[in-house]
């Protein structure tokens, strides 16, 4: 790898690096560096990569990808990526943590009960019907055996996609009194 110090306007601390392949093309540039992005001396640590096809020169059309971490106040940094068009690029963390265990069994058939009370903290919910009987949950208000509620077939599940999850109440409907379920909240 071969680089030099190069000075952008506005900026302090830049390095500019270029990455050659064996047969000594240019591959990928690479650049790091540090800007105050307002008058409370806030800074900006940023890091950039610009990929381009073999032998290719330079382009400003050249695939740009910036990783940077903004300073609030000199206590936190919110790190974040984007393309060269300055989109944020998502990258999935999953949570981790304890799941609590909520399953039970129907306790009064064609009567809603409460599967798990409102948690501002929910992450994760999971449920599955080991019964031989349709059940019905809902979000917020009570189980109904039809719509709005959902209907979760006989050994059928439900689980909120990723990236979102209800932290209202849960209940469930059942038409037979004793039909098991699973359910699982994080």
């Known amino acids: ?31 790091v560096g540090t800007k105050d992005i307002s008058t409370d001396s806030e800074d900006a640590a ?20 910036v990783g940077a971490g903004v300073e609030d106040g000199g206590t936190t940094v919110r790190k974040h990526i984007t393309d060269a068009t300055g989109r944020p690029l ?7 943590g304890n799941l609590t265990d909520r399953s039970g069994t129907i306790t009064t058939g064609g009567t809603r009960q409460q599967v798990a009370a409102a948690l ?20 917020g208000v009570n189980a109904v055996a039809d719509q709005p509620s959902i209907q979760v077939p006989v050994g059928g599940t439900f ?5 979102f999850c209800s932290t209202q109440s849960i209940d469930v409907i059942c038409a037979t009194t004793g039909k098991k379920f699973t359910a699982k909240e994080g």
């Open 46 to 65: 940023w890091q950039a990569a610009a990929t381009h096809a073999n032998a290719a020169t330079f382009a400003t059309s050249d695939g740009v990808v």
């Open 120 to 139: 501002t903290t929910r992450k994760y919910f999971f449920f599955q019907n080991h019964s031989d009987t349709v059940m019905w949950i809902n979000f």
């Open 1 to 31: 790898m071969s680089g030099s110090t190069v000075n952008i306007a506005n900026s302090t601390g830049q390095k500019v690096d270029t990455i050659f392949l064996p047969d000594g093309s240019k591959r990928l540039k690479l650049a």
């Open 90 to 96: 998502v990258i999935a963390v999953p949570t981790q």
């Open 159 to 163: 689980a909120f996609p990723s990236g």
